[in-house]
């Protein structure tokens, strides 16, 4: 069984861009959240998905936003990045509520 | 944002040592897992524990869940260099069905190879 795959891996980008990032579940997984994951904060929830909408949402800003799939794929939107935005972004998807599995993560790089 | 306390933040080991790690909090959760996380790559889950009490193993791993739901253990027997690497605990208020699935993550336990 395929694992959870996230697109792409590595991303660089300057201030005031918008960046965004692509997860698939793994096959009958329905949920998918989002986490960030960083030095200093370690890893934070930024936000769940379960058949296409947003079920549960953590403490980041309006500039982080999300979005689900009929297939369950998920995109994760970040507009007007800033340096503090630098960070691997893990996604993980899992069947309603049991173990989370997690992505390889897309390492975001912002100039 | 919520945390857990992780301890201890980074250790070194010896092949064949015994490793032990522990996460506690002050809120409860139903469910406590345990990850690890090699560099470049993203966590992958090791064990999961459902019941206060609880003591699961997988290979050399075993983890158990508090009895007070506030804590949980991590032990690594007989340690091998691919031990190596960043050891998260993670607890989860969500049953199967709920709405309240986010992870919350312990800072991690770096394990090293002593020189």
């Known amino acids: 069984k395929a694992g959870v795959t996230q697109t792409p891996r590595y991303l660089i980008k300057t201030r005031g861009q918008q960046v965004t990032l692509s997860c698939s579940p793994i096959s009958g997984h329905r949920s998918v959240s989002w986490y960030q994951q960083t030095p200093g904060q370690g890893l934070q929830f930024l936000f769940e998905y379960f058949s296409e909408t947003q079920r549960n949402k953590g403490n980041f800003p309006g500039r982080f936003s999300g979005r689900q799939f009929s297939n369950s794929r998920s995109e994760m939107n970040v507009s007007t990045l800033e340096l503090g935005d630098s960070a691997l972004y893990l996604c993980?998807?899992?069947?309603?509520?049991?173990?989370?599995?997690f992505g390889p993560g897309t390492r975001l790089t912002v100039l | 944002g919520q945390q857990l306390n992780q301890s201890p933040q980074s250790m070194f080991i010896q092949e064949g040592e015994d490793v032990s790690m522990n996460c506690t909090s002050s809120s409860i959760f139903n469910t406590w897992l345990w990850y690890k996380q090699d560099p470049g790559e993203g966590p992958v889950l090791l064990i999961a524990?459902?019941?206060?009490?609880e003591l699961t193993s997988n290979g050399r791993l075993t983890a158990q869940f508090g009895t007070t739901r506030k804590d949980s253990f991590l032990n690594i027997s007989a340690s091998i260099p691919s031990d190596v690497g960043i050891y998260f605990c993670?607890?989860?208020?969500?049953?199967?069905?709920?709405?309240?699935?986010?992870?919350?993550f312990g800072k991690g336990t770096k394990l090293s190879v002593k020189p």
């Open positions: 524990l459902y019941k206060a009490g």
């Open positions: 993670a607890g989860q208020l969500g049953y199967y069905g709920g709405s309240q699935g986010n992870l919350i």
């Open positions: 993980a998807s899992s069947r309603e509520n049991n173990e989370q599995f």
